[in-house]
């Protein structure tokens, strides 16, 4: 049997080609006299072709030119016949080594497979060359592990031993006579030794990521369930809100219909007393006529006595009843109706925007369970950063705004401002275009008196100081920033502030979570107050400025 095994090996090992270790395949013989398939020794020639040479992957004979390849008739018939007999290719631990596998360190001429490698020899061994160290005892004792390039890395470079020990004070491994010299006094450990240690930490460490990763699981699983209520929220609100609609729709479309046939009605009706009134004047107008005629030939007739004669029995014109009673309205008949189609029109546009901003409010709150925790540092807030430009229709007339809206100066004359209902008429103050209701961060570099604030954009525009003052009622918030301190106010509630005076102040908000900070900003950033409540509309950045101050919304870098 082992005659026979053996035998077998000598078939793979004869039949196989070196380069993919496989039986051959359209086997060809070059002109050295090794075999290979015909497709990998062109493979491996093609990527010779640029150096001209071609060579034998086994023996390393040289060719010029490339020799011509013919299909090896024999060994393919003796290739066929042996699989037909139940020759495959070499188990995977009688392979010889690729360029990509660890070989065997004893092997001489073309090497097997490394199925282990020795961290004591240290070396790298095939199954053959590896059996001394199943049989002797004192090899029984060296520590295998799966086969590793990198064994000469356990070899210490300056006394070639191998490294058993370790070096806790320059933290590497170390051979055992390397204390006497380079590292001399330092705290000496076993590798052994250390690697326990390292083991119990690396332990406690992949404990705690195995917790992170239960603890991330059960967060997947819950922003699962999150996304299913919300896919599940959406689609039913959708639907009903398309009900709703449909249903508005419909009822605007029943009062049109109402309305017209209304107007149609009444069209019809004074349509018919019109005409009706035109028919009796017209009939009065053919009786005038006639009379008229009568009197016109009574009036042609010459003969004295006769005219005498016959002008008692001409009846008298009867007065007429119709045109007093005209009274006519000439481009009015049903103007007052399309006023009042109009008035309704611009109540429900009133409704509807109040209504859309509320809708749009309720749709900015829908957020995840796992929200951002404020940020740590300035890298952290830049990340939220935002371009804030300001909006010239709110200006007070004596604040002049930059070409690009971003700087603001307060002056002792009014600029050239026109009339619009949204300008701040009693306050120095202006306000930005963004609406604003995510995350956002922005800096506001100073000059003077200055009050960096936010405020909802329906907050008053003139009026007394807790109607339009930035801070002093509910819709606005107010960091006061003075020469030489800080102030908050909110609802005319005012709250002291420490901390470093500097000239740019940061403003951070997060409307869904209610998180409205001020920081005073130099070269680090310092938190002066904190709001944490519940925005219900929409923000927009302000600032309020005193004479000769000025306010620049800058870029964050």
């Known amino acids: 049997m082992r005659a026979e095994?053996?035998?077998?090996?000598?078939?793979?090992?004869?039949?196989?080609?070196?380069?993919?270790?496989?039986?051959?395949?359209?086997p060809v013989t070059i002109p050295c006299g090794h075999s290979y398939c015909m497709k990998?020794?062109?493979?491996?020639?093609?990527?010779?072709?640029?150096?001209?040479?071609?060579?034998?992957?086994?023996c390393r004979e040289t060719f010029k030119p490339r020799p011509a390849l013919k299909k090896n008739t024999m060994f393919a018939a003796l290739v066929e016949q042996l699989k037909k007999t139940g020759l495959q290719a070499a188990p995977a631990h009688h392979c010889y080594a690729g360029p990509e596998d660890v070989a065997c360190d004893v092997c001489t001429?073309?090497?097997?497979?490394?199925?282990?490698?020795?961290?004591?020899?240290?070396?790298?061994?095939?199954?053959?060359?590896?059996?001394?160290?199943?049989?002797?005892?004192p090899l029984k004792k060296h520590k295998l592990v799966e086969p590793s390039r990198n064994l000469q890395e356990n070899i210490c470079s300056r006394h070639d031993e191998v490294m058993k020990v370790f070096c806790r004070t320059d933290q590497k491994c170390i051979c055992y006579l390397c204390p006497e010299d380079e590292h001399k006094g330092h705290d000496i450990v076993s590798a052994a030794a250390e690697r326990t240690e390292r083991q119990r930490e690396l332990?406690?460490?992949?404990?705690?990521?195995?917790?992170?990763?239960?603890?991330?699981?059960?967060?997947?699983?819950?922003?699962?369930?999150?996304?299913?209520?919300?896919?599940?929220?959406?689609d039913k609100t959708v639907e009903e809100s398309e009900k709703v609609f449909t249903e508005l729709t419909g009822l605007i479309q029943k009062r049109s219909t109402d309305v017209k046939q209304q107007i149609r009605s009444q069209q019809e009706t004074e349509g018919?007393?019109?005409?009706?009134?035109?028919?009796?004047?017209?009939?009065?107008?053919?009786?005038?006529?006639?009379?008229?005629?009568e009197l016109k030939q009574l009036s042609d007739t010459e003969d004295h006595n006769q005219f005498l004669h016959n002008y008692p029995s001409l009846s008298a014109l009867s007065e007429s009843t119709h045109s007093s009673s005209i009274k006519t309205r000439p481009l009015s008949y049903f103007e007052d109706v399309t006023a009042a189609v109009s008035e309704l029109r611009d109540k429900l546009q009133d409704i509807l925007r109040d209504a859309w901003t509320n809708i749009s409010l309720r749709l900015t709150e829908v957020d995840v369970l796992l929200s951002e925790p404020e940020p740590k540092s300035r890298a952290g807030f830049l990340k939220s950063s935002c371009e804030i430009t300001l909006d010239p229709n709110t200006a007070h007339c004596d604040l002049l705004l930059s070409e690009e809206n971003k700087k603001v100066t307060r002056m002792n004359q009014p600029q050239s401002y026109s009339s619009h209902p949204d300008r701040f008429t009693v306050w120095y103050q202006v306000l930005s275009r963004e609406s604003?209701?995510?995350?956002f961060y922005w800096e506001v570099e100073r000059r003077g008196l200055v009050r960096v604030a936010v405020a909802y954009k329906n907050i008053s525009r003139a009026g007394k100081v807790n109607e339009c003052g930035f801070g002093w009622n509910d819709k606005s918030w107010v960091l006061i920033c003075s020469q030489n301190s800080f102030e908050f106010v909110h609802n005319s509630i005012r709250t002291s502030v420490s901390g470093p005076v500097s000239s740019r102040v940061g403003v951070y908000l997060d409307h869904r979570a209610g998180i409205l900070s001020f920081y005073s900003v130099s070269e680090t950033m310092t938190l002066l107050h904190r709001v944490q409540t519940m925005?219900?509309?929409?923000?927009?950045?302000?600032?309020?400025?005193?004479?000769?101050?000025?306010?620049?919304?800058c870029r964050p870098k």
């Open 272 to 293: 018919s007393r019109v005409k009706e009134l035109q028919e009796k004047l017209e009939q009065e107008i053919t009786e005038l006529k006639r009379k008229d005629a």
């Open 109 to 137: 001429g073309r090497k097997l497979k490394a199925i282990k490698s020795c961290l004591a020899c240290p070396a790298s061994y095939c199954e053959k060359h590896l059996q001394p160290h199943y049989d002797s005892a």
């Open 436 to 439: 604003l209701t995510g995350r």
């Open 40 to 58: 990998c020794i062109k493979a491996h020639w093609d990527e010779e072709d640029q150096r001209g040479i071609h060579s034998c992957p086994e």
């Open 5 to 26: 095994m053996e035998q077998n090996q000598l078939d793979r090992e004869t039949f196989s080609c070196s380069i993919c270790l496989d039986l051959l395949k359209d």
């Open 535 to 553: 925005f219900t509309q929409p923000l927009h950045a302000g600032v309020w400025v005193d004479l000769g101050g000025s306010a620049e919304f």
């Open 203 to 234: 332990q406690v460490r992949r404990e705690n990521i195995q917790q992170r990763i239960q603890d991330r699981e059960k967060d997947v699983k819950l922003l699962q369930r999150e996304m299913e209520a919300i896919n599940h929220s959406a």
